[in-house]
């Protein structure tokens, strides 16, 4: 069993994936089992699983695998390609779910009188399960 906790300098909204070798993904945060989705706040962690989980992860798979996270700082609207009521054991492609996150992301942002770049930051920590 592990617990996780994610900080960041910038604050903004939180997409996690696990990503094991084969490729496969699963969407740590948001989740169908948190209580509070809120975004984060610079330099503030967020532990995962908190309290109002009832469950803690348990690390399975031999092998290699990688955290991914991205951290939004613009109010970019992800739903689709990372829905908050995605469950844990739902299996995804790497590749084709960051490939469909990270292609939203460096869509112009449009909100604002002046035309930019949507803010947004990646970090990833791999780690070995034996």
């Known amino acids: 069993m592990f617990k996780l906790t994610v ?23 948001p ?5 509070k989705i809120t975004p984060l706040a610079a330099d503030v ?4 699983p ?4 009832g469950f803690d ?11 991914v996270a991205l951290v939004v700082s ?12 995605r469950g844990l054991k739902i299996e995804l492609s790497a590749r084709e779910t960051l490939s469909e996150i990270v292609s939203r992301l ?6 604002d009188l002046e035309k930019r770049a949507i803010r947004w930051s ?5 780690y070995h399960v034996e």
Do not use: C, H, M
Not at 12 to 28: E, P
Not at 57 to 67: N, V
């Open 57 to 67: 992860f348990e690390a399975s798979g031999k092998g290699e695998s990688a955290f």
């Open 31 to 35: 989740n169908e089992f948190a209580q």
């Open 50 to 53: 908190d309290e109002y989980y």
């Open 7 to 29: 900080a960041s300098k910038v604050a903004g909204s939180l997409i996690l994936i696990d990503v094991n070798a084969n490729g496969a993904a699963t969407q740590i945060f």
């Open 122 to 126: 990646v970090g990833t920590l791999r």
């Open 74 to 85: 613009d109010a970019v609207d992800l739903s689709d390609v990372a829905p908050k009521t």
């Open 106 to 111: 460096q869509q112009a942002w449009t909100d």
């Open 45 to 48: 962690p967020l532990t995962l």
